[in-house]
């Protein structure tokens, strides 16, 4: 049983976790153009090209729904709530077929072999375990289907972008409720077990800080 203590503590976290999650909102809301500036013709040619049941990790507030092509039916885990009214919004405006499912990416609740494609953007530096989110996102592929991701990675060791990683690692992960900027995310995926993967680097520039260090790219089962 739960002291008072213990029982306010929880109850401020919760609250903690939900003004952090608003705020996380925010700002993928406010960097939604910069996003598809630089990623809008690989995002519509990948995501697009996309037919039948897609599943989405870490969907968010829906940035992505626009790049579907309509009707699509699309299985949204975003474990989020904070998330899933932007995101329903996003779907009905776009067109798409979507069902959320308030689940982590560790445990994908789909059936073995039945997804046409996945999509994660920006998920794999949030969550616990991304060996095993890689491997849930292969089981439920279907052979020949693809997985486009985009990232944040690591920046380069020995230049000051990793050197501000490291120093705004703990920062960073509380505000944005886990996110760690300083994965090797692109070693998680080509160990992954897929049969093809295409990764393109991209560094963003000086104007998005810390986080200028990006993976696009697709990887097929």
């Known amino acids: 049983m ?3 203590q213990h029982y306010g503590l929880a109850v401020t976290e919760l609250a903690d976790k939900k ?38 990790l870490g969907p968010g507030p829906g940035l992505t729904m626009k790049y ?35 689940l982590r990416g560790e445990q994908i609740d789909v059936e073995s072999a039945t997804a046409d494609g996945v999509v994660g953007t920006r998920v794999l530096c949030g969550v616990d375990d991304p060996d095993e989110v890689v491997s849930e996102v292969l089981r439920v592929l279907k052979p020949g289907a693809p997985y486009f991701f985009l990232e944040h990675v690591a920046a380069p060791e020995g230049t000051r972008t990793a050197t501000a990683q490291r120093v705004l690692l703990r ?26 993967v295409q990764i393109e680097e991209v560094d963003e520039g000086l104007a998005s800080g810390h986080v200028r260090h990006h993976i696009v790219g697709t990887a097929t089962k």
């Open 2 to 4: 739960l002291s008072w």
């Open 19 to 56: 003004i952090r999650s608003k705020i996380e909102a925010m700002v993928l809301n406010g960097t939604a153009k910069a996003t598809h500036d630089n990623y809008g013709e690989r995002m519509a040619s990948g995501i697009g090209s996309m037919a039948g049941t897609v599943v989405e």
């Open 68 to 102: 579907y092509a309509p009707g699509t039916r699309v299985i949204g885990i975003e474990p989020n709530p904070s998330m899933h009214e932007g995101l329903r919004a996003a779907a009905t405006e776009h067109g798409v077929d979507l069902e959320i499912r308030t």
């Open 171 to 196: 920062p960073h992960r509380w505000l944005f409720n886990g996110c760690e900027i300083n994965r090797t995310t692109a070693n998680t995926i080509s160990a992954g077990g897929f049969t093809d």
